[in-house]
């Protein structure tokens, strides 16, 4: 914890590790109290260090160093020291074997980083600086060594004890333990280290890969869990065949481990041979997990999965190049998504995470490229930048070379780099050398944060048949960077005649016309101008198809040019975009002004599309659900929270009144019909019929009210039965707390399902939610000390319920404050993930805004804050 002023750490000062290691041993002594790591490095200077002292400098916290030894012989005290992050050894030769024994306590480690206590038992996490805390170590990806480790623990109490790669040999100790020896063959570094011990029972399966070698599978849980295992395992498999078929990567190894625990700070970390996953990310049945869940499974394990080869095999350089690794991944688990379900809806479901996440990031203080130029402490920068936005630049150069070039540069960066630890550069260099084409300009993608804006004027020039597009390109400063150049992007666009079907794109000198469709413009400068020829009538654009590139688009059209996208655009994506464009601007027409009418266009085309027998469900569920009052606030010059919950919600009730009959229709036709099942056409049925329910539960409908009760009382389906609950809850009154009651008495057991119980209370819009949120607080099933039930509380409060979080007398930003300072000295992680929800200050009005600094400058004022929480903290009030 600090007091100085921590400082931060730039990429430009970045050098080679001057010494390499080769090969780690590792021996464990398990117990949950105390745990003695004894190590031994084989240690060689580094011929690529620009500099040296003939001292070796270790990474170690919160180790107790028991002894050390070097080539054999223990060292005296004035040969080494030791300090609060480092150990340093003086006087080393150039090729050496150093050996540690240290003491750790797994029970105490509440940052679970490192080696920590889960339930009843005990596991690892080492991304990103985790390891330091296990054993003295050069802990930097850049240091890749083979590994092995030997656990000893009590045999009864930690039957399986698991590590990564091979398990070589096992025996029993005379005293009640036993120990078990793990061999990893491949190379990694030190982040990628992991082991388990418990009680565990695991879910076993096999698969053959493309050549032919037949690969264990293995998934451990707690025995109660053992059923609910069976969709993670079916996404494993089908994830390691999507694999081999799209990218053409093998799996490598005899033995594919997943272990599922309950404490955990993120999602699931890709440990070399064994996975460990947040429960949630793995533990479903349909009566306990809904098809979110479910859809969160299937993607987790492919991204995990998929990191084997991007970010295992190929790791990064250092923590700037995080976005190697993780945009990659994003971008291939997105694909595997789009190709195993429905690759419309996926691309609608990830733009919308871009726009809530990674949009506001990129215009908040904490704004930073896809490849950071400086951090204070790196757990912050696990973010929908380094993610998210990172998948969509390479995307973009997936789109740019086009599947068949993108695969051979894949194919080159995988040949080029394999067993590397490498850049983003390098990834791009791939993408050039394969395509022959120049990238300079586009790697400016990785290098300036922002969200760039573009504004397109279209017109029409009927004497020359030419349609005109003036494409204007600006990106606003961000916190180190006041200016940008002009970024190189496609531009997908198509022009809809009047029948609505696509007309054939002729641009102005070229010599014949693309056949009709989509065409993609490349941009480059700030201010470009497209001509269009040969068009026979004004036609009506339709514009970054598919979301071509991560930008902000505003161009000029009226709403009947959006109704005429909505029902015509031959790009699904932009039909979902263009209705999301007509719904916010109602919504935000009705908070400006409250009487504001909804024109009877609105009302006929929903109509129209609920009554489409032919649509995609899912689809059309996305179609219909207005966007949500955090993205509308985002559009607003000043976030008038207030008024976009009112017109919000005064919109729905209007589409539940108008439209009761055919919302009715929909929810009978869509009803639970057989066993549940995970497909897309099921899971599109549930969420079209859901959506009914909850327009029309708006509408404050009798009718609706006893469907929704007799869905929570009879459905079978953890989906449907979250789907009543939560209407149930939002709207009140004995029957709300009824539902409640009976929910907590069939799941208190389940802690995945509890964590549900605890969100669709933290996250109702009612006025007295922050009061119920204090209350459970203080329910015995309610820990700090647990990550999950953390989000499903504090954090849903916090992120998922704007109109109550930002309530305007700022109890909302005070119950915030607290909670991160009781936090932050148990988890700084999960603290600082907190704080990131007061730092978006400066998009409210002037009371609000000095509520939220108030609380900001409360966290900074407190002594021994955590890096983690001083980084978001300070950087919110520069
Ligand atoms: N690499 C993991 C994410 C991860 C990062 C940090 C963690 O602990 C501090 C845990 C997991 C992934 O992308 O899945
Ligand atoms: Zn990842």
Known sequence: MYRETPHPIFLH????????????????????EQTMVTARLELRRNP?????????CLHGEQLELEWIALDGHPLNPVDYRV????????????????????????????????????????CTQCEAEGFRRITYFLDRPDVMARYSATLIADKTRFPVLLSNGNRVASDDLDDGRHRVRWEDPFPKPSYLFALVAGDLRAVEDSFTTASGREVALQIFVEPHNLDKCDHAMRSLKKAMRWDEERFGREYDLDIFMI???????????????????????????????????????????????????????????????????EGFTVYRDQE???????????????VRVLRSHQFTEDASPMAHPVRPDSYIEINNFYTATVYQKGAEVVRMQANLLGPEVFRRATDLYFARHDGQAVTTDDFVRCMEDASGRDLSQFRRWYEQAGTPELHIQTSYDEATRTCSLIVRQHTEPTPGQPVKAPFHLPLAIGLLGPDGRDLPLRLAGASSPDAPGTHVLELRQAVETFHFVDLPARPVPSLLRGFSAPVKLSFDCTDDDLLFLMAHDSDGFNRWDAAQTLMQRLLLNLVEDAEAGIPESFFDAFRRALRDEASDRALLAEVLTLPAESYLGEQMAVVDVDGIHRARTTLTRLIGERLRDDLLAVYRDNGESGPYAFTPEAVGRRALKNLALGYLMQAEDAEALARCQAQFAGAHNMTDVMAALRLLVDRGGLESRQALDEFYRRWSGESLVLDKWFSVQATSPREETLTQVIQLMRHPDFSLGHPNRVRSLVSAFCNLNQVRFHAADGAGYRFLADRVLELDPLNPLIASRLVKSLIRWRRFDPGRQALMRAEIARILEREDISKDVFEVASKALD
């Not at 150093?98 to 038992?121: F, K, W």
């Not at 429960?279 to 306990?288: E, G, H, I, N, Q």
């Open 13 to 32: 000062d970045y050098q080679p590790p001057e010494f390499l290691i080769d090969r780690v041993d590792l021996a464990f002594e398990l117990d949950p």
């Open 259 to 325: 272990v599922a625990v309950s404490h955990f700070n993120m999602g699931a970390m890709e440990n070399k041979g064994l996975n460990i996953f947040n429960d949630k990310f793995v533990l479903a049945r349909p009566d306990t997990a809904t098809d979110v869940d479910f859809d969160g499974i299937e993607s987790v394990i492919a991204h995990e999965y998929f990191h084997n080869w991007t970010g295992n095999r190929i790791t990064c350089r250092d923590w700037f190049q995080l976005s190697l690794k």
């Open 336 to 350: 595997f998504t789009a190709d195993v379900a429905s690759r419309g809806v996926k691309r609608i479901s990830d």
């Open 83 to 122: 300090e609060r992050e480092s150990l340093t050894v003086q006087r080393v030769p150039d090729r050496f074997v150093l050996e540690t024994q240290v003491r750790i306590h797994p029970a105490h480690n509440t940052a679970l980083e490192g080696l920590y206590q889960s339930g009843d038992m005990l």
């Open 48 to 56: 690529a260090a620009t500099r040296g002292d003939g001292t070796v």
